[in-house]
RNA sequence: GCCCGAGUGGCGGAAUGGUAUACGCGCACGACUUAAAAUCGUGUCUCGAAAGGGAUGUGGGUUCAAAUCCCACCUCGGGCACCA
């Protein structure tokens, strides 16, 4: 046979493929069940790294078994192409954001079709088409329809660089996700998802899906869930009352002091009742003026103010207590306020310390502590509370509240609404109008898409308004109620809202492009959805993931979905990193370019080397050197197919490749592809050694090669004769039989040390094995003349003799 | 600080209570070659002449038996971080 020429034959194959349409998945087939199977789509961020490939080509191979196993796979492919990202690297070239975009997308669509994956190019989908956003413009109607949509004035993340608002879950560390500018805080009109409604059903509904437990764990703590009590402390000679949140009531007649957050609006309704209000307002507008980082830093030197001549009554004990205002309260968690207790907690105690107020003690470890005690234990100093130990006195002292009307048991979480405006170009406009007259007006179906306009000026401002803003004809518009003059909404959305329902779209997409009414998709929705296996980066755990489950369920409340989740199976990929062990970076010089690999290994070789360099979920440091394994395995492979003769007595060969169509089979269904490959390259290691191949076997070897190196699969099943792509053909199963040994080798032990080994029938007994040990020289040396106190016999394993 | 995960040859890694180091890379030697590359073969944890001993981050524990389970600690990676 001639050398194998990965160029042409990878070629070759992709044109055919392509011909053939094979991998255009209908939304029915008679007798197969639809697989949903999806990668994260990629943002054209300008060429395909190889952190891209790591992602697809193992989730290619899944896709392909799938496909082989007998399902009606659907595979799409497509470009998160709207928003920061895309924008900030086109404003950096001074190119348009949409001219950078769209060649990107030209570039990296040709780059995705050299790797051969199975995608179904019809349903190719890109978030910044007007046919895409309308959609999304609808989502957002239907959200602000059934009031999870809603627009407020507060204080909000903004990127001083980006020069746009942030979601929270954009905020890392106090500083921007994208740019890494520290944010601050600005109060801006803006538009908010009110994820928070579903706070607990998201949290419930993820013990139901099949995702890593670290991923599940994650959006937990992000959730934050925390049970506790309302409380409300009347504020003496006044009618004011101020609710503080507290998950630790039991510890309430230590509380020596109340805190406001600075944003707390009480302050200012109490001006005339606080003495030294000059000196309060003082401390409130420093506050505000520190970003959340400055505030987090300043962590362990808190600072506050008193409000002089206001004291909080402890409804419990009816004690006056003081009442301060410090940043170490957030404004945005809880009631904005708490009860402090010293003695019990860290921050209250530091600040007690440094300001010298009362700590008082009321739950006791039993022990003789130090001032600071914040765990669980038995209430002392607490009325008739005292001597109940910290758990019981939780439900006792929430029901005494219940029952006096003066608190309650209740639930807080750490999730915050999703902010979604963005005073930036490049995103979907919002379709909002205001008017005058009419107030907020929402863009009627019939007139989606609101279009993004080309405009010149798309450089965001200092000022906080989109450069949209400055587009008269973008602007002025006809009241769709009152048809008087009118202004358009000029901000516009997170681009994370287009990737909360991109797994519809691609449904949408096999149907009637994107023509309006959803009820035309319903029915493809129920065929393909929800998604079951979903392969992409652990780093948007807490982003899209959870926006994602966000609007699935909002979708499915609105009666347009029926289920509740959307990705039903999820699988991450690691991180690669350079050679250096270092994260890839062009500053550092050590990227790794998958075109440059593929021109000089193949496709295949490239794909199959990420399969088998590493555990799939745990990545690593790439190794220049190991790709040459792969490269000679498959040439191994290819030359395999000289052996090939009719009539061949198979000898020996049957037991172990049942066993790999076994391990290989299993090992894909678990992303387990590295050691799915290594017992790939044992049995072609056995086969090398026969002296000739029967078909059948061969056969079987590529159909098991097939997913991992497609082009070269397919290449020597036409060899064989076949019409068909190996692609139509049927995943090999294994025979249980032929993998039922006859022998086994016994390993023995002598106090749990491995002294001999020797081969016995499958299924011997205790008894049998023991007499047929004993007798061995090796073991008759080791037990000398000591007793035998014990055997423990592991069937078909082991048997271990202790003396 | 809190919550997860990981630590095994020169390297990537395998083994999730029962033969530690599969498979691959690298390296060494040999074959083929005028030569080199490619290819093929043999070897490759460590101490020891051998018998045998030792080794899965460190220290302890459970067990007939521990890389695997438990406790404490160290190192690295990820996440959260004044969330009351």
Redesign the pocket.
């Known amino acids: 046979m001639k050398s194998y020429n990965f160029k042409k034959i990878e070629k070759k194959w992709q044109e055919k493929w392509k011909k053939d349409k094979i991998y255009n998945s209908k939304d029915f087939v008679r007798g197969k069940k639809n697989f949903y199977h999806l990668v994260m789509f990629p943002y054209p961020s300008g060429d395909l790294h190889i952190g891209h490939w790591y992602n697809f080509a193992p989730a290619d191979v899944y896709a392909r078994t799938k496909m082989m196993q007998g399902f009606n796979v659907m595979s799409p492919m497509g470009f998160d192409a709207f928003g920061l990202p895309a924008e900030n690297a086109a404003i950096k070239r001074g190119i348009h954001p949409k001219d950078w975009t769209y060649k990107n997308i030209e570039t990296m669509t040709s780059q995705l079709k050299s790797m051969g994956n199975m995608y179904d190019w019809n349903r190719k989908i890109i978030t910044s088409d007007p046919e895409y956003y309308k959609w999304t413009q609808w989502m957002f109607l239907q959200l602000y329809k059934h009031e999870l949509a809603y627009k407020k004035k507060a204080a909000a993340n903004w990127c001083p660089k980006c020069h746009t608002v942030l979601a929270n879950e954009q905020v890392?560390?106090g500083k921007c996700e994208r740019c890494e500018a520290e944010v601050v805080q600005r109060n801006i009109e803006q538009w908010l998802f009110k994820i928070t409604k579903y706070a607990d059903k998201l949290l419930k509904d993820i013990d139901k899906v099949d995702w890593p437990?670290?991923t599940k764990?994650?959006q937990k703590?992000?959730i934050?869930r925390?049970e506790?009590a309302l409380i409300k402390f009347k504020i003496s000679n006044s009618q004011f009352s101020i609710d503080v949140?507290?998950?630790?009531v039991d510890t309430i007649f230590g509380c020596t002091y109340v805190v406001l957050?600075p944003e707390h609006e009480l302050i200012r309704q109490l001006a005339e009742k606080i003495e030294n209000y000059n000196e309060v307002t003082k401390y409130i507008d420093d506050a505000k003026r520190k970003s959340?980082l400055q505030?987090?830093e300043?962590?362990k030197d808190?600072t506050g103010v008193k409000l002089e001549g206001v004291m909080a009554v402890n409804p419990f004990d009816n004690e006056e207590v003081p009442v301060f205002t410090a940043?170490?309260?957030?404004?945005h968690?809880?009631t904005?306020a708490?009860?402090a207790?010293p003695a019990h907690?860290e921050?209250d105690f530091?600040f007690a310390r440094k300001y010298d107020l009362k700590i008082k003690q009321s739950v006791s470890g039993g022990k003789p502590e130090d001032k600071l005690f914040t765990e669980d234990g038995i209430l002392v100093n607490s009325g008739k509370f005292t001597g109940l130990l910290s758990e019981k006195a939780r439900k006792e002292m929430g029901k005494w509240l219940e029952k006096k009307k003066l608190g309650k048991r209740t639930v807080?979480y750490?999730l915050r609404d999703w902010l979604v405006s963005r005073q930036r170009y490049w995103g979907s406009p919002i379709p909002i109008i205001y008017c005058p007259k009419c107030g907020i007006v929402t863009v009627p179906e019939k007139d989606l898409p609101v279009l993004l306009p080309k405009v010149k000026n798309y450089l965001p401002t200092e000022e906080g308004k989109s450069p949209l803003a400055h587009s008269k004809n973008f602007i002025n518009i006809k009241c769709p109620k009152c048809n008087g003059p009118a202004e358009r909404e000029t901000d516009t959305m997170d681009t994370f809202v287009c990737s909360s329902w991109y797994y519809l779209a691609y449904v949408m997409r096999g149907i009637s492009n994107f023509q309006f009414p959803i009820s035309k998709y319903q029915k493809a929705f129920k065929r393909w959805l929800p998604v079951n296996m979903y392969v992409g980066g652990?780093?948007h755990?807490?982003l899209h993931l959870l926006y994602s489950r966000f609007f699935t369920k909002a979708l499915k409340d609105f009666g347009y979905v029926d289920f509740k989740e959307p990705f039903m199976s999820l699988r991450h990929q690691g991180i690669i990193l350079g050679p250096d062990g270092q994260k890839m970076s062009k500053s550092r010089g050590n990227v790794i370019d998958p075109d440059e690999l593929v021109k000089n290994f193949g496709a295949d070789v490239v794909r199959m080397y990420l399969c088998?360099?590493?555990?799939y979920s745990?990545?690593?440091?790439w190794?220049p050197?190991?790709i040459?394994?792969?490269?000679?395995?498959l040439?191994?492979v290819w030359k395999l197919a000289d052996k090939v003769k009719p009539n061949v007595p198979h000898k020996g060969l049957t037991f172990v490749l049942h066993k790999t169509i076994k391990k290989v089979t299993e090992d894909i269904e678990n992303f387990?592809f590295?050691?799915a490959?290594?017992s790939l390259?044992?049995l072609v290691?056995e086969m090398?050694k026969q002296p000739a191949l029967e078909v059948k076997n061969w056969k079987l070897i590529i159909h098991l090669i097939a997913p991992f190196a497609p082009h070269l699969a397919e290449e020597l099943w036409q060899s064989l004769g076949h019409k068909k792509s190996i692609f139509l053909s049927t995943w090999p199963k294994y025979d249980s039989k032929k993998i039922k040994e006859e022998k086994v080798?016994l390993?023995i032990?002598i106090?749990?040390?491995?002294r001999d080994?020797f081969e016995v029938s499958v299924g011997i007994k205790e008894k049998e094995a023991k007499v047929l040990t004993l007798k061995r020289e090796?073991v008759k040396?080791w037990i000398g003349n000591k007793a035998v106190k014990?055997t423990?016999f592991?069937p078909n394993?082991?048997i271990?003799i202790?003396i």
Not at 751 to 754: A, E, H, S
């Open positions: 890392v560390n437990e670290k764990i994650m703590n992000w934050g925390s506790g949140f507290t998950t630790r957050a959340e505030r987090a300043l962590e808190k940043d170490y309260v957030l404004g968690y809880g904005g708490v009860m207790v907690d921050r530091e807080k750490k652990a780093e755990t807490v088998f360099m590493a555990e745990q990545g690593g440091p190794n050197t190991g040459m394994g792969i490269k000679r395995f040439e191994k387990k590295n050691t490959i290594s390259m044992i290691n090398e080798k390993v032990q106090n749990g040390k491995m080994i090796n040396k014990k423990i592991i394993k082991l271990n202790v």
